[in-house]
Nanobody, 123 residues
Framework: VQLQASGGGLVQAGGSLRLSCSAS????????MGWFRQAPGKERAFVAG????????YYADSVKGRFTTSRDNAKNTVALQMNSLKPEDTAVYYC?????????????????WGQGTQVTVSS
């Protein structure tokens, strides 16, 4: 499956952005989907995940209550709604697909990756 993330940009602290991940090649309904981010000089970190049906979502503590992930298997897309953004949310955001696992939250559990989209939050 090929993934492409989009929707990043520059936003002021307290603002919102909505990232989208579109898939081609295979339907996303076959995969647990995840969002990760990587800030300069830091390791790639888990942000949010959603199981195949969309019935289970899980989040990093740092984004709970602010970010929401969802999926539309009919449209082959996954979204990450980010509200109340903080400067520390600044990073390149990646979507990823895992063939196995319901609550995969480490990069090694994911098999396919999109190219990333930059999110910059100014103070």
């Amino acid at each position: 499956v090929q993934l492409q993330a989009s929707g990043g940009g520059l936003v002021q602290a307290g603002g919102s952005l909505r990232l989208s991940c579109s898939a081609s090649g295979r339907t996303v309904s076959n995969y647990t989907m995840g969002w990760f981010r990587q800030a300069p000089g830091k390791e790639r970190a888990f942000v949010a995940g959603i199981n195949r049906s969309g019935g289970i979502t899980y989040y990093a503590d740092s984004v709970k209550g602010r970010f929401t992930t969802s999926r539309d298997n009919a449209k082959n897309t996954v979204a990450l709604q980010m509200n109340s953004l903080k400067p520390e949310d600044t990073a390149v955001y990646y979507c990823a697909a895992a063939r196995y696992g319901v609550r995969a939250s480490t990069p090694g559990r994911y098999d396919f990756w999109g190219q990333g989209t930059q999110v910059t939050v100014s103070s």
